[in-house]
């Protein structure tokens, strides 16, 4: 029964949500399809880029319609009255986004490196750089997903997401100039080292135990409000 209340409240969002969410799907499409069948590392920037955008735009839609908007309209209070639990509403809310997210960021992942590979715009070497990028965005979401649940104040998840943003940039700068990365981006071989792999480890961990966390958190308050 318990299982059964959340995946009706994740299918509700998922149907609220399937417009926007088709809408960013085909930006990401666009994005593929740019990066594919037209060569050039320019066009394949502008592909790479929309890929990127469709992938934070759908979760940062996901967060605002599904938390946010919720909290600001009231609805959450309207749902909490029904017979489920805080805690059936908070595993909902969290599974919702994830899956969202996380869809969304394997295929577009999958699709960069194979177009990366398949087209050479950047040698073998600059292989594990890119995974690096990839990854590093899962953490970021993650602690957005849970300052939004937490807090359900806009301001809060908005400096959250630009801290984030920025924090992550400087981050990956300082990875890219450790001669144990850096030495080996532009060579003909990609160098899986203990650097890369200990770095792609805590990233994942990190993308793991923040809603984890938030989650036994939540668990120990009553209730939104």
């Given amino acids: 029964m318990k299982n059964s209340i959340v995946c009706k409240l994740i299918s509700n969002d998922l149907k609220i949500n399937r417009k926007p969410i088709l809408m960013w799907m085909l930006a990401a499409i666009a994005g593929i399809v740019t990066a594919y069948m037209i060569p050039g590392l320019v066009t394949a920037n502008i592909g790479f880029s929309l890929m990127a955008s469709a992938i934070i735009g759908s979760g940062i839609h996901m967060i605002a319609h599904t938390v946010l908007l919720a909290n600001v309209k009231g609805t959450h209070i309207f749902i909490l009255s029904l017979p489920i639990n805080f805690k059936q509403y908070s595993i909902a809310k969290f599974t919702v986004n994830i899956l969202v997210f996380l869809g969304m960021w394997l295929v577009l992942s999958a699709a960069a490196i194979y177009i990366t590979i398949s087209q050479s715009i950047f040698p073998n070497g600059s292989l594990p750089m890119i ?95």
């Fill in 131 to 225: 995974l690096l990028v990839l990854l590093s965005i899962l953490p970021v979401y993650s602690l957005i997903l849970s300052i939004c649940v937490i807090t359900q104040s806009i301001g809060y998840t908005a400096a959250t997401a630009v801290t984030g943003s920025f924090a992550t940039s400087v981050y990956l700068w300082k990875i890219v100039y450790l001669e144990s990365v850096g030495n080996y981006v532009w060579g003909n071989q990609a160098v899986w080292n203990n650097t890369v792999i200990g770095v792609m480890i805590l990233q994942i961990m990190f993308a793991i135990i923040i809603p984890v966390l938030t989650i036994l958190f939540q668990f120990k308050k009553k209730d939104l409000i």
